[in-house]
Structure formats: structure tokens, C-alpha cells
């Protein structure tokens, strides 16, 4: 499940795992409150399991991912060079956050931006 990335290890990063694919589901299943991702169909607890775990890697790594992406978008958006900057409190407001969590996230998203330039 985990594809090596040789470069970022010899860098000291720490490895990415690659997530299971989600499969969207059909929209007959949504009408079906037990049926997930049709783990209810695999009888063999083996199999079970394994896909169970691919799915939960996937959404913690999808979820990781979005995060990322909030934090970039927060940043953007507080850009004290932005005509149409907004403060931390709205921008907590928007994402239905607090304050302070708002701050931290911009912080985040304007090292995941620095991190991104080219040097």
C-alpha cells in the first residue's frame, strides 16, 4: 500500500502512504443506511479487515490533504497584500472556526506556502 519515494527519505522526510482508491458509491447504496462502501458484502474477516484499513488510511489521508489545502486557502485569504484581505475572525467564521484555530491555521497554510517556492 505504501509506495517508497527514495528522494524524500534521503532528505529526512518522512514517507506519504499512497491510499487505497475510494470507490464512489452508487447512488441506490446512499438509500441504505448500513451499506458502506460494500464492506457489508465480504464475509472473509481477512478481507474484511484489509479493506477496512485501506478505506480508514484513505480518509485520514484524504482528510489530511483537505487540511492542507484549508490552511493554504486560510493564508491566501488573510495576505496582508490582498486589496480584499480578510482578518483571522472572519476567516474563522467562514470555516466555522475559532479565532485562535483560525491564526494557527493561517500560520500553518504560510509554511505549506514557503515550503512550496522555489528557493
Partial sequence: MTEPN??????GEPRRM???????????AAADPEHFFDLESIEDPGELLGRATELATAFRA????AMEFQAVA??????????????????AERAEWTADYARKMIEFGRELLADSTPR
Fill in 6 to 11: 527514495p528522494a524524500s527519505e534521503s532528505r
Fill in 74 to 91: 486560510a493564508a491566501q485569504l488573510a495576505d496582508p497584500k490582498r486589496f480584499d484581505r480578510l482578518t483571522d475572525e472572519a476567516i
Fill in 18 to 28: 499512497r491510499p487505497a482508491p475510494l470507490l464512489f458509491e452508487p447512488s441506490e
Fill in 62 to 65: 484524504a482528510a489530511d490533504r
